[in-house]
Each structure stands twice: as C-alpha cells, then as structure tokens.
C-alpha cells in the first residue's frame, strides 16, 4: 500500500491512543470510520476542524466498550473474523455508543451537580488535595536535583575520588578529601583495576589571582590538571585542539562564563595571562575553551592549568609524599567491581605503608555520585548536602500528601448517610454497582483533576519563593521539565486512587432495601475506620511538630554558643597581589591603627570562620618524651602577635608570640609553638601549665611550646573542636584582621577599603566581615528549618481543615439532639463537652502514640551534632499542647455556634 503524501491526515498522537486502547478485532472498523469521517469533514470544515472532530472522536471512544480485554478471536463479545455475513454483524456490533458517550457525561454532570452542591466539603478537599500535591511535586523535584549530582558526566558511573583516611589504631581519626599527589600515577602502575586518572590541584597558594594587562581578578575555583581530565569528565573544547592539549607547562583553559567575562569573546585562544607569584608571575597561554560547569556537580570549574605548571612554576614535586594537597580521581575499567576493587586498593594502601610512603593512613575510594550527599570529609571542593535532609523532606513531603488524601476519605465516607437514599434509589431503578462505583470515581477523578490544576498553579506561584528557599540554582526549572508533568501524572493517579478506591466500594456496597426503609445507619467500621486515620493524621502532624521545635532550638543553641573568639566588628581583608605589594605591609598596619575607629590588626595565615579547609593539616608532631609514637591529625596556622588578642582568644598559660620569637622555622632549634586545649587532650597532657617548655617532635626538627589557648570554635559549633597548632609569622601573605572600635559596617568598610586601595593600587580589594562568614555555615541549616518549617506548617493546616469539615458534618448531624437536650436542661458547657470529647478524645490518643516515636525521631536527629540541646519535657509538652489547641480551634467555632443556637430553630432542623 503506497501512502498518498497530499492528502490530509488525522493527529498522529491520536491515531497512536487509538491503536494502543482499542481492541484489535475492533480497530479496523473504528478506524475505517473514523477516517471517512475525517476526510468528509476536511472538505466541509477544513483540516482544523477535522482534526479536532477527530480527536474528541478518539476521546469518545476510551470507554470499556472498546478496551483491549476484549482479546482477539473472541466469539462472545466480539465480532466473527471474515466473511460477508460477519461483516455485516461487524457493522451492527460496532456502534459510536452513544450510550455509553452520554452516560460519561451523566457521570460528569452528576459529579459537577454534587461538587457545587457540598461546596465547603469540596473546598476542603480541593484545597487540601491541590496544597498536598503541590509540595510533594516541589520536594519531588528538590529531591530530584539533588540525587542528580555528577549525572552530567557519562563516566560518573566508572569514575571513583581517592581520599585518605587517618587512622588512630583501629578507628579513624580524620577523614581528608585530598591525598598525595604521585598516588595516582603509582596506583595506576601497580593496579589494573584503573584505567585512566587525573589530578585535580587547587590553585589556593598564592590567592588564585590572575592579572589581565595591568588588572588584577580575584578568581575561585582554579584547578591544575592532568589532560585526561578533559575526557574522563567529558568536557568538550569549544575552542582550541586537542592535539597536545596540557602535556606542556603554562598552559590555561577558561570556561565559557570565564572567557566572556575578562575578555568579552570567546576566541581567546593565543592570548595570555598571569598568575602573581612570591617570586614573579607565572605567564599563561590560553588553549582552549570548554562549557561553564554543571550545576550539579561537586567540582566546579572557572579556570584550569595544565598539571606540568604545578611542577614547573608552583613547587610541586612528582614524589611528594609529605604534602597531601590534591584532588585525584580514577576511572575504573569496565570488568572492575565496586568490591573488588576495594580489595585491591587496601592491599595497594598496605604495599604503602610497608614502603613507609604512608604513616597510619588508608587510601579509601569514594564514587563521585556518592559525594555531595555522602561526604563531609576535610578539604571538600565545596559544603555538601546532607542526604539525611533530602530524604527526610521527601518523607514530610509524602506525609503530607497522604494527610491530604485521609482528609478526603474522611469526608466522603462520613457523608455516605447523606448519598445512601441516592444510591439507594439508583439501585432500585438499575443501577449496578459498577455503574455505582463509576459515578464515584468519576467524582474523584474531576475533584483531583480539579486540584491537578490547582497544583501546578500553586507551584507555578511558589517556585522562586521555594528555589531561594531550598538554595537551588537560580534559573532552576520546573514547569519546563518533562518529569515535573510525569510527576503529576503519577501522583494524580497514585491519589485517584488511594482516595476514590474505599469510598466507591463503601459507598456502592449499601443495601438498597435497608436505605429506603430507613433502617441504614453509618457502620461501626466505618467510623473506627475514620477515627484511626484522623490519630493517623494528627500523629503525624505532632511529630513534625516537635520535629519543628527541635530545629528551630538546636539552630538557635549553636547560634547562642560561646564561639570562643570574639567576632563582633572584625574586618577581614585578604592579603594583595602585585610586585609592589610586599614593602608596604608595614605602613598598611600603621596607617589603619591610626584611624580613630581602628582598636587592632593582625595578619594570619587563615581566620576562625573560614573552615578547616584554610588551614594546612599534618600527622608528623608528637611530644618528644612520647613513650609512643601517635599520627593524629594535627592543624596548622600562621599568627601574629596580635593575633590572641584581636580574636580574644583566652591565654590558659605560657605567653603570647612577642617582637624576639623568630618566624616560622626560621630557627631550627627552638621553634616556637601555641598550641590549644584539644592538641592537649592528644597528647594526654592533664593541665595547661604542664606544656609549657615541654620539646615536641615537628616534622624532624625540635619546638618549643610557649603557650596553651583554650579551644575555640574554628568553624561552626556544629564541628567539634580540632587540635589547633599556632605558629609565628609577622607577614601579610594571606589575610589582614581589623578590629574597629565603633561605627557602622558601611564607615568600616570605606576607612578600610580607603587605606588598602591607596596602599595596593593594582590589587583587586577582597573582604567579608567574621560574623558574617560565620553565618554562611550555617545556611543549610537554615534553609533546611525553612522549608521543614513551611511542610509542617501546610500538614498542620490540612490536619485542621479535614477535622474542621468533620467537626462540622457531626454538629450539623446531632442539631436536633442538641435542641432536645437544651429543652430538658443541658448546659452550653455540658453541650460543648459532649460535641468535642470525641474529637479531642481521638486527637490524645495520638499524642500518646506520636511521643514515643517523636523522641526516637528527634534524639536520632540531634545526634549528629558535637554541640546539641538535652531533650526537655517541655520541647514535648508544648507542641502536644498547640496541637490540642489547634483541634479546639478547628472544631469549636461550629460547636459553639450550635451549642448556642435557639432550640426552637434546633428542633425545626433535620
């Protein structure tokens, strides 16, 4: 059969619905008719018209009739195969069904009649649904970019992050994210497992500073690498070749993003830049371009070096096995099990140790999807998340939604009373209870579909609102992503039929005689069945509430901790770039202590607030009368004699670094060290006046240490403390500190920014205030109590509406009971106790349930601080108590209004 290409042709999406519902002994003939129909009416109406005719005719024939359990070759519901006689009968069997078509649009109709006719239920419900639906297809999608990270990269599968565990005996001490940089490249000689591997070295030492001609950039994320990065992580050149692409020194890569920003075009291939060094700068020729990184990803990329710079200009050594500062990453070949090679990497680890290339260290493989979620080891590319949050919102975001859906089951069944002489009446006339069942779910599937679009319009409303507060990228999508419209599918008819299942078999199981006798009366069953879901319900609601509570206090707690270091008024100013930069880091100090506001400057290697990940780390210090020689992890910074003061660190015993103490390792035989409490804990020393003048073993050579500080927060009180190891430098290489004495940030900031820019003209002015960087550790907390707190807050509020609708359908129920006690003398107390003390009754028994569990739930979640709050009855007690309010407030307003209501007017009710 050859196709006419002129002639006009029916939707193919429908003819494709078509083919995929209709039975196949039916197909033919529908469609054979569907077609004549469709080309008469191309010539009377036009192809627009026709297509949509042909359409609705599609959507008209979803229905049982032509539903594909009418199998093949069936002889009792289908037509015969062949013949001129069966196709006749063919032609009587088959039928558009009008009957069938109309009897959809009863069910629609009927459902329309019944959602207007009860419009405070169907708010109810439509609201609660619609809100339920919303946040789970907002979480869903959190979740979702989430789980995503490293998915942009074909290999993340094979590609695995090799990091270094400390070791303490048998326990691990630390865990670093970085390792030494020739394990790589002896690894892949001495295990077949690996395939290919790159280094990744963060450029942090010098300040990744690049100059452009006579303009200096602050620039993050620069990484030197080896040239199989760039297939391993797929990255593509949209500028440049390949062809000796960073096997030679000095070369630079930009991003897409990078490129656009310093040189305004893309073609910058050929041109040069610099990265300022102590001794000079380094000259970089740019070959290539690649595409911005994804958001999704723990490594992000602005600018990479070829990994030859890193030996040539930058001190690096090929067998270095004293500085562990680089990233490395293997790919796996395609036979290598995960299990297998683990085992071959501890036995690498072990040929390590016995080589004495490491000391109490084991080499862990760690899969890069695993990283953002997984991950919170020392020196991390950047914060991760924590999987713990993402799945937990994903459960409230779930709880809620099943909230919302108990609210319609409720409903619908405790009006089953006021539906029993309908479907009574319905099965008196002929109705079957299929037909019955039908009708109700039809009524449910409008309802739901009603609260689909009321979703999506929610979650349209909400999306910038919720991508601030989630902490998702901007231009995050949502309405734009396919998944988002297969979740909504999905969840529609996961709710369709959670919520539409019970009622249509309950509602359709009545007998017809029984209801129209006016014997009928709601089933024990039932109502136990309602009253265990409502203790479902607010069981639920009180665990996120006390949940809630204990966010908000362990948040406000770890704020309110003594950090140890005042930071209050501090400006941080990096250290400047430039040749002209070092011989003014004296008349920069004395030009700020003469302004007025100015109380102290210090210069520091690194500042309380900044992380771990500034400071250098190293296990080869113990005391020197150790009777045992230990590898903890020990950290490293530089201070001046300012330093203790400034930060208003407290001095435990010894002195503070003074004009006579000789920099760095400047002296070899009397280094001079402060040390913190916790580095004396390590090496079992009771008391702080017993260090002093004690001799300690540093990296071959001898110290001395000359004083003990008492431990200070060095990030967030989220970490405990870490053993802190203080040394002596004058110099301003890393960061400046500036202690005002008054004024507001912005008069800081331009006496600051003043002097340092008259004092460093060419150097780029980088700043941030200590409080300020402080905060920022503590954002994913706060982004996690936000948006747990919205969850809580829509399951409290779809709990209250569905208790509030059932409170209302009772009263309204048991008006002339009412009436009838008020006339025999029943008190308005004595009536409102016997309207709530159901309700209330049901709403204690699930505060008994949820305690219990609320308790296991938060002591689980408040063990993963080092700092936390102790569990106080009250942190209980109050949201059991809001909780009962909550039920008060819901179900009293009605209660009152009809305890107070004429009885006259009660007793004319039924």
Same mark, same amino acid.
């Given at each position: 059969?050859?196709s006419q ?8 999406w ?5 083919e995929?519902?209709?039975?196949p ?7 054979g ?5 469709? *080309? ?15 359409v609705?005719?599609v959507? *008209? ?10 199998a093949?070759g ?5 037509p ?19 009957? /069938? ?5 009863n ?5 329309? !009649?019944?959602l207007? @006719?009860?419009k ?5 419900n ?6 339920g639906l919303?946040?789970?297809l907002l979480i869903?999608?959190?979740v ?8 942009a $990269?074909?290999l993340?599968n094979?590609l695995?992050?090799l ?12 865990? =670093?994210?970085?390792? $030494?940089?020739p394990?790589a ?7 077949n497992e690996?395939?290919n591997?790159?280094?990744v070295y963060?450029?942090?030492k ?23 990065f760039?297939?391993?992580?797929n990255?593509p /050149?949209l ?20 490129? /656009?920003?310093? %040189? ?6 050929g ?5 300022p #060094?102590?001794?000079?700068r380094?000259?970089?020729e740019?070959?290539g371009?690649i595409? =911005?990184s994804?958001?999704?990803? @723990?490594?992000?990329?602005n600018?990479?070096?070829?990994y ?6 930058f001190?690096?050594?090929e067998?270095?096995?004293n ?12 036979h ?7 085992k071959?990497?501890a036995?690498?680890?072990d ?20 990283? *953002?979620?997984y991950s919170h080891?020392?020196f991390?590319t ?7 949050s993402v ?7 779930f ?10 089951v409720n409903?619908?069944?405790?009006k089953?009373?006021?539906r ?9 006339v ?5 037909q019955?069942?039908?009708q109700?779910v039809?009524?449910?599937v409008?309802?739901?579909s009603?609260a689909?679009?009321l979703?999506?319009g929610?979650?349209a409303g ?15 999508t949502v ?11 999905v969840?529609?008819?996961i709710?369709?039929g959670?919520?539409?299942?019970y ?7 009545f007998d017809p005689?029984t209801?129209l ?9 039932g109502?136990?069945?309602r009253?265990?879901?409502v203790?479902?319900q ?8 006390? #949940? ?5 206090q362990?948040?406000?707690f ?11 008024h ?8 430039? &040749? ?12 700020l202590?003469?302004?007025?506001r100015?109380?102290?400057?210090s210069?520091?290697?690194?500042v ?5 990940? #500034?400071? &250098?780390?190293t296990?080869?210090i113990?005391l020197?009368?150790?009777?045992k020689?230990? $590898? ?5 910074t530089?201070i001046?004699?300012?330093?203790? =003061?400034l930060m ?15 920099p ?7 280094r001079q060290?402060i040390v913190?409490e916790?580095?004396l804990?390590?090496w ?13 073993? %540093? +990296? ?8 003990v500080v008492?431990n200070y @927060?060095y990030?967030?009180?989220k970490?405990a403390y ?7 430098s004058?110099?301003f290489?890393?960061f400046a ?6 004024g ?9 920014? #003043?002097?340092?820019?008259?004092r460093?003209?060419h ?5 941030f205030f200590?409080d ?8 994913a907390d706060? !982004?996690?109590?936000?948006v747990?707190?919205?969850l809580?807050?829509f399951?409290i ?5 569905g208790l509030?609708?059932? &409170?209302t359908?009772t009263?309204?129920? !048991?008006t002339?009971?009412i ?9 308005t107390?004595n009536l ?10 049901t ?8 305690l219990?569990i609320? $308790?296991?739930?938060v002591?689980?979640?408040?063990? *993963? ?7 106080? +009855?009250?942190?209980?007690?109050t949201?059991?108590?809001?909780v009962?309010l ?5 179900i009293?307003g009605?209660t009152?209004g ?10 004319r009710?039924?």
């Amino acid at each position: 059969m050859f196709s006419q290409p002129d002639r006009p042709a029916p939707p193919r999406w429908a003819e494709r619905l078509l083919e995929w519902f209709v039975a196949p002994h039916l197909l033919d003939y529908v469609q054979g008719d569907l077609h004549e129909t469709f *080309h008469k009416q191309v010539v009377q109406l036009g192809i627009d018209r026709a297509q949509r005719n042909y359409v609705w005719a599609v959507l *008209h024939c979803l229905t049982p009739f032509f539903a594909k359990r009418q199998a093949a070759g069936s002889t009792q519901a289908g037509p015969p195969q062949a013949g001129p006689r069966k196709a006749k009968r063919l032609s009587i069997d088959y039928n558009p069904n009008p009957a /069938l078509t109309d009897m959809l649009h009863n069910y629609l109709k009927i459902a329309f !009649r019944n959602l207007l @006719h009860q419009k405070s239920y169907s708010l109810i419900n439509l609201f609660g649904l619609a809100t339920g639906l919303a946040m789970a297809l907002l979480i869903i999608q959190y979740v979702r970019f989430e789980l995503s990270y490293e998915n942009a $990269y074909p290999l993340a599968n094979r590609l695995v992050r090799l990091t270094t565990d400390y070791m303490n005996g048998g326990t691990v001490d630390a865990q =670093d994210a970085e390792v $030494y940089p020739p394990l790589a490249a002896k690894a892949s000689q001495e295990m077949n497992e690996i395939a290919n591997f790159t280094r990744v070295y963060p450029i942090r030492k010098p300040t990744a500073t690049i100059q452009i001609s006579d303009q200096y950039y602050l620039v993050d994320n620069v990484y030197a690498v080896d040239s199989s990065f760039f297939s391993m992580f797929n990255y593509p /050149l949209l500028r440049g070749s390949r062809n000796g692409l960073f096997t030679r020194p000095r070369q630079a890569i930009l991003t897409k993003a990078m490129a /656009l920003t310093y %040189f305004k075009t893309l073609d910058v291939v050929g041109k040069t830049l610099k990265i300022p #060094q102590r001794q000079g700068r380094v000259l970089l020729e740019i070959v290539g371009v690649i595409p =911005d990184s994804p958001v999704n990803t @723990h490594l992000k990329i602005n600018m990479l070096l070829s990994y030859p710079t890193m030996l040539s200009d930058f001190g690096e050594q090929e067998d270095n096995w004293n500085t562990n500062n680089t990233y490395t990453y293997v790919q796996l070949a395609d036979h290598v099990s995960d299990d297998g090679f683990a085992k071959s990497l501890a036995a690498f680890t072990d040929r390590l140790l016995r080589e004495k290339k490491l000391n109490n260290e084991r080499v862990i493989g760690q899969k890069i999807g695993d990283i *953002h979620l997984y991950s919170h080891k020392t020196f991390e590319t950047e914060p991760n998340g924590e999987a713990q949050s993402v799945y937990f919102l994903l459960g409230v975001a779930f709880l809620v939604l099943v909230s919302a859906l108990v609210n319609y089951v409720n409903l619908t069944t405790a009006k089953s009373l006021d539906r029993a002489r309908e479907i009574g009446v319905r099965k008196v006339v002929g109705s079957t209870q299929g037909q019955i069942r039908t009708q109700i779910v039809t009524e449910t599937v409008l309802l739901n579909s009603l609260a689909g679009v009321l979703a999506v319009g929610l979650v349209a409303g909400l999306r910038s609102v919720f991508v601030q507060m989630a902490g998702l990228p901007e231009g995050f999508t949502v309405l734009g992503d396919v998944f988002f419209w297969e979740s909504v599918g999905v969840f529609l008819f996961i709710s369709i039929g959670l919520s539409g299942f019970y009622p249509a078999f309950v509602l359709s199981a009545f007998d017809p005689v029984t209801v129209l006798k006016g014997n009928f009366s709601r089933s024990i069953k039932g109502s136990w069945l309602r009253k265990s879901l409502v203790v479902f319900q607010f069981t639920i609601t009180l665990i996120l509430l006390v #949940q809630l509570f204990a966010v908000y206090q362990q948040v406000g707690f770890l704020r309110n901790q003594n950090l140890g270091v005042t930071i209050d008024h501090t400006l941080v100013v990096k250290a400047p770039v430039g &040749a002209n930069a070092r011989p003014d880091y004296g008349a920069f100090r004395q030009l700020l202590l003469q302004q007025a506001r100015v109380k102290a400057v210090s210069f520091s290697g690194t500042v309380p607030g900044l992380g771990s990940t #500034q400071l &250098a780390t190293t296990t080869g210090i113990n005391l020197s009368d150790a009777v045992k020689k230990t $590898y903890y992890n020990y950290y490293l910074t530089t201070i001046d004699t300012s330093f203790i =003061d400034l930060m208003g660190i407290r001095l435990l015993a010894g002195k503070n670094f003074d004009a006579t103490t000789r920099p760095g390792f400047s002296d070899t035989t009397n280094r001079q060290l402060i040390v913190n409490e916790e580095t004396l804990r390590l090496w079992g020393i009771p008391r702080a006046g017993e260090a002093i003048g004690r001799r300690v073993n %540093f +990296w071959g050579h001898q110290a001395t240490i000359r004083g003990v500080v008492k431990n200070y @927060h060095y990030e967030s009180p989220k970490a405990a403390y870490i053993s802190i190891i203080h040394m002596y430098s004058p110099s301003f290489n890393s960061f400046a500190s500036v202690k005002f004495t008054g004024g507001t940030a912005e008069q800081q900031l331009a006496t600051l920014k #003043q002097i340092y820019e008259a004092r460093f003209p060419h150097s780029p002015f980088s700043y941030f205030f200590m409080d300020s960087e402080y905060d920022k550790q503590y954002k994913a907390d706060d !982004r996690f109590q936000q948006v747990f707190g919205a969850l809580t807050l829509f399951a409290i509020l779809i709990s209250c509406l569905g208790l509030f609708g059932l &409170a209302t359908f009772t009263v309204s129920k !048991r008006t002339k009971e009412i009436g009838i006690r008020k006339v025999i003398g029943a008190s308005t107390t004595n009536l409102l106790v016997l309207l709530a003390r159901d309700f209330v009754g049901t709403v204690l028994i699930s505060i008994l349930i949820g305690l219990p569990i609320t $308790y296991v739930v938060v002591n689980n979640w408040l063990s *993963h601080y080092a700092v936390r709050i102790d569990l106080s +009855w009250w942190l209980f007690a109050t949201p059991a108590g809001l909780v009962l309010l909550l039920v008060l407030v819901s179900i009293g307003g009605k209660t009152i209004g009809t305890a107070l209501m004429n009885p006259v007017n009660s007793l004319r009710s039924d």
